[in-house]
């Protein structure tokens, strides 16, 4: 089933009012300590696991983390046996498209704090008015929102009208000008012919844009598809994508641009694999005619392997290369990320090298200092598994628990099924 079309489960849902009830942690909000002790820690930052680990949390932060016989739970903290667990850092999502009225919006945000994402960036379809408001309350018990505001295109009849339609460079300016009053956290950009039915945006118009978001310290990130566009893109100092190259593999020219750019983030969206795929993991969390729906389209298509391929491939090619990768998944569907981390795991990244793509990397994409690796003085965003996701990504699945600043989530009453 292609990426897209896992996202449609969610069309048919009733977005009703939730509560976002939280099992709240006596030491988060009393100040009291808590020691998670016996756990596997999966840093976040590429280093090898620390078995048998102690993590205290004070205040909703991590006050020490390393082996247990190291560090010193202090007298009366609340301890919880983790031992035989794996604790990781939350996953960050920093490329979706979520609601914009507030109910589904809080509901999206809501469904990832579940599934162990702790913040994600919507990629420039969110409209002024309750998309900011959102931002700006930063809703405890739910993941963190992100916003690229109203992306800049070409004109695109009978596609969303929510972005800009530009065609000049002083209607690409005032754009940029707009968002960055707003105060943004990114720019984003389509520079896609949509299969020759629009004209793309051309380097006479996308060079301004990066060149004014730049002047107002803001970042860019390019939707692409071809090659070429990724090369001129590069050249005009664009800072993000927002796909893959998906027409042709990757050339010793654009490898080329990328060493000498290491700090482009690429945010892969790797298209569904085209192959048997078993579903059953979400049997419990979602519906079971939702499971069933997810199911009946994890079939073998050769032509949607071909088109994985080319990605893949490129993927591998591009993160050998040294450029910075992170993870994202596109469109709306909470649990996505852990399908695409297995997915760059099967494109030839390890999976030491996606859980840094996941944690640690989504989170300096999103410019958040105090979260993304388990280390004294980030906020305690604890995703504690039933697996080792280094032996195996898919153990991302075996939730345990999640926390957000120490606050267990309380993931039977936000259950995205209720």
């Not at 930063?138 to 065609?167: H, I, K, N, Q």
């Not at 490129?314 to 997915?343: C, F, Q, R, Y």
């Amino acid at each position: 089933m292609h990426r897209r079309r896992l996202n449609q489960w969610m069309t048919g849902a009733a977005v009703a009012a939730v509560s976002l009830a939280l099992a709240a942690q006596p030491d988060a909000q009393t100040g009291g300590a808590t020691a998670f002790v016996g756990a596997r820690v999966v840093v976040g930052d590429g280093t090898a696991p620390i078995e048998n680990a102690t993590v205290v949390v004070r205040n909703g932060q991590i006050a020490d983390v390393g082996p247990s016989a190291r560090v010193r739970v202090p007298a009366g903290a609340t301890r919880v046996d983790v031992a035989g667990k794996t604790i990781m850092p939350t996953i960050v999502d920093t490329h979706v498209h979520l609601g914009t009225a507030r109910t589904a919006l809080m509901k999206d945000l809501r469904d990832r704090a579940y599934f162990g994402v702790s913040a994600a960036l919507s990629m420039g379809l969110d409209p002024a008015g309750e998309p900011f408001a959102v931002r700006a309350e930063a809703p405890a018990g739910v993941a963190r929102y992100f916003l690229a505001g109203r992306g800049l295109t070409m004109p695109e009849p009978g596609r969303s009208d929510v972005p800009y339609w530009v065609t000049t460079e002083g209607e690409a300016r005032k754009a940029v000008q707009e968002q960055a009053a707003l105060k943004v956290d990114l720019i984003k950009i389509w520079v896609d012919d949509r299969d020759g039915k629009y004209k793309k945006m051309p380097p006479e118009i996308y060079t301004p844009v990066i060149d004014e978001a730049h002047k107002a310290k803001l970042r860019v990130a390019a939707h692409i598809f071809n090659l070429s566009d990724a090369k001129g893109l590069l050249k005009a100092g664009i800072d993000a994508f927002a796909h893959g190259i998906r027409d042709v593999d990757a050339d010793d020219e654009v490898v080329a641009l990328v060493k000498a750019r290491p700090n482009v983030v690429l945010i892969p969206n790797m298209p569904d694999r085209g192959v048997v795929a078993d579903y059953s993991w979400l049997k419990g969390s979602l519906t079971d005619a939702e499971v069933a729906k997810i199911q009946a389209g994890a079939t073998n298509r050769p032509p949607a392997q071909a088109a994985w391929g080319i990605q893949a491939r490129n993927l591998k090619k591009l993160s050998d290369a040294g450029m910075t990768i992170a993870v994202g998944t596109d469109g709306n569907t909470p649990w996505a990320p852990h399908v695409e981390m297995a997915d760059m795991v099967a494109a030839g990244m390890t999976p030491m090298q996606v859980i840094v793509a996941a944690t640690r990397n989504g989170a300096a994409f999103l410019r958040m200092t105090d979260t993304g690796t388990i280390a004294a003085g980030k906020n305690a965003d604890l995703l504690v598994l039933d697996g080792n996701p280094v032996e195996d990504i898919t153990n991302t699945r075996k939730i345990a628990a999640v926390y957000l600043k120490g606050v267990k989530v309380d993931r039977d009453a936000t259950r995205p099924s209720r």
